[in-house]
Structures are given as structure tokens and as C-alpha cells.
């Protein structure tokens, strides 16, 4: 009985332990940044985000002065919390997250050009767009706001939060984002070629194409 219980006990630790590790694999990057604590400083990060460095285009060039992206390929990025936009420039330039777009750009930037990009972007105000398909609005909340329980596919709102809002600082904040980007992420993490977030992963997994683009056009108009 006590040997039982002795690999019960360590079964369970070992739950425990693997659980922890997936956890801190997405508290790793900003805690590591976190060790060496220079105070980010926004007016520096407005400067890099808004100069045309030789032989390459302004960030603002493609996601707006102020981080309001126009163009609907593109994220918006202001109001995100900086310490996910920081991490996302860290997988750019690490190739943990795949773009041929971003990754020569994050690239050339210092890690305090990104923390005080991130602080700068995170510090504007998000402009937030509208749901356009009025045929899938209600499919898309619906997915939001409660997931599809017989499929596995849980509530986005339970980790993105119900106004969209996200939870600092892990979970981002997706309201108002251009729906064009978001179909092509959550396209990404469910065909896995988007691959530093397995949360994201399992949840994409189980979407088709037209319950993707449903969520993605109620994100837009979420406030
Ligand atoms: C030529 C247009 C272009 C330029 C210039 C550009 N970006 Fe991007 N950016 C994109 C696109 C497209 C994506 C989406 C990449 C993908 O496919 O995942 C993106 C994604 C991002 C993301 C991820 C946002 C999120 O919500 O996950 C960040 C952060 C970012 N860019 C910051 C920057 C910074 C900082 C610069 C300047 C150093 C910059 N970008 C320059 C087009 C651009
Ligand atoms: C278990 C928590 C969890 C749930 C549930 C969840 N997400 Fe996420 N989501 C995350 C995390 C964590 C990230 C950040 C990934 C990273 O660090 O790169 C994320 C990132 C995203 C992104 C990328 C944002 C960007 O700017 O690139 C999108 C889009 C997204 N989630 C949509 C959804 C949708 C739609 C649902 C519901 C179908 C959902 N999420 C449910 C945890 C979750």
C-alpha cells in the first residue's frame, strides 16, 4: 500500500513538474529580460519605432505612427501589453516565430530598442475597427464567449478576457485587431506554422476555416 502510494506521489509530481515547465516557458522570456532592469523608456522607443533606418522601412511605415496598423495584413499593436510585444520580438529575431517580413527587422534591433519599442506601442491608444459579416456574428461570439464545448474548443474570452482586453502580461489583447491578421494567426497556429505558443496551439487545433474567420471578424468590433 505505502509503495502505491509512494508512485502515486510521484506521478503526481511529476504532473506537477511538467505542468510548471510549460508555464514558465512563457514566463521565461520576460523574466530573463527582467534580470538586467533598465527602466524602459517610451520617448527613445517612439524614436527607433518612427526613424527609416538605411535599407529598410520604418516600423511605421507598416503599423502606423502610433501603432494603429491600417493596413489589414498588418497587427495593430498599440495598447498590446509590452511584455508580450517584447516577447514577440525576441521569437522574430530568434526564428521561434517565422516571419520573412519581421525577422530581419527585429533583428537589427538592440534588446533595449524592443523594450522601449514595446513600452512606447503599449503606451498608445487602440483604435478598434468593426465586425463587418453580420451572417457569422453570432457564430463568433458565440466561440468567443463560450467556446464549442463538444469539440474541445475552449472560451477565448477565459484567457483573452470577455472585452478583449487580455490578461497582462501573458494573455494578449486581441479587441479591435484587424481581422485579416487574426485569421492568418489562428490559420497559423492551428497548421502549426505558428509554433511558440502551445496554448494557442491546442486551441486553434480543432477551428475550420469558417469558425476562424467568424471569431476573427467579432474580435475586430470586440471593445
Ligand atoms: C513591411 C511591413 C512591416 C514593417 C516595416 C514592420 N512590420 Fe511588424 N509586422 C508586419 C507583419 C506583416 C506582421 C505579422 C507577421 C506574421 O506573419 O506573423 C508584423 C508583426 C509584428 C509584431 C507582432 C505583433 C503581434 O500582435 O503579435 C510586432 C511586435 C511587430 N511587427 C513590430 C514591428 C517593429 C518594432 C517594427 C520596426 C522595427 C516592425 N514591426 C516593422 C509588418 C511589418
Ligand atoms: C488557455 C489560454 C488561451 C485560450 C483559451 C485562448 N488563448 Fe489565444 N493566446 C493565448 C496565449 C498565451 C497567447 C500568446 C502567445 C504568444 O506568447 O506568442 C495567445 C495568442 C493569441 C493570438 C495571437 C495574438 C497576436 O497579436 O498575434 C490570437 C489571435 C489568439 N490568441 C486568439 C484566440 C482565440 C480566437 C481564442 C478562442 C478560440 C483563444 N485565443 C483562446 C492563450 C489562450
Not at 502515486?8 to 523574466?31: C, I
Not at 517610451?42 to 518612427?50: E, I, L, M, Q, S
Request: glycine share 8%; aromatic share 6%.
Amino acid at each position: 500500500m505505502k509503495l502505491f502510494a509512494n508512485i502515486l506521489l510521484a506521478a503526481l509530481m511529476g504532473v506537477t513538474a511538467s505542468a510548471s515547465f510549460a508555464a514558465d516557458e512563457h514566463a521565461a522570456a520576460p523574466a530573463a529580460a527582467a534580470a538586467k532592469p533598465a527602466k524602459p523608456d517610451p520617448a527613445k522607443g517612439d524614436t527607433v519605432f518612427n526613424a527609416t533606418p538605411a535599407n529598410s522601412q520604418s516600423c511605421a511605415s507598416c503599423h502606423n505612427a502610433d501603432g494603429n496598423s491600417a493596413i489589414a495584413a498588418n497587427p495593430k499593436l498599440a495598447q498590446q501589453h509590452p511584455e508580450y510585444i517584447l516577447k514577440q520580438l525576441q521569437d522574430f529575431k530568434s526564428g521561434a516565430r517565422k516571419s520573412a517580413i519581421m525577422k530581419p527587422l527585429a533583428s537589427a534591433l538592440s534588446e533595449e530598442d524592443m523594450r522601449n519599442i514595446a513600452w512606447f506601442v503599449g503606451s498608445k491608444k487602440v483604435k478598434t475597427g468593426f465586425s463587418k459579416d453580420k451572417d457569422t456574428i453570432a457564430l463568433g461570439e458565440k466561440i468567443y464567449r463560450g467556446g464549442i464545448g463538444d469539440r474541445q474548443i475552449p472560451a477565448c474570452a477565459g484567457c483573452h478576457s470577455p472585452n478583449g482586453a487580455g490578461i497582462p502580461a501573458q494573455y494578449p489583447r486581441l479587441g479591435g485587431q484587424n481581422a485579416e491578421y487574426t485569421v492568418a494567426q489562428l490559420t497559423a497556429f492551428r497548421d502549426n506554422v505558428r509554433t511558440n505558443s502551445l496554448p494557442m496551439t491546442g486551441v486553434a487545433a480543432k477551428l475550420n476555416d469558417r469558425e476562424i474567420k467568424a471569431v476573427a471578424d467579432y474580435i475586430a468590433g470586440l471593445r
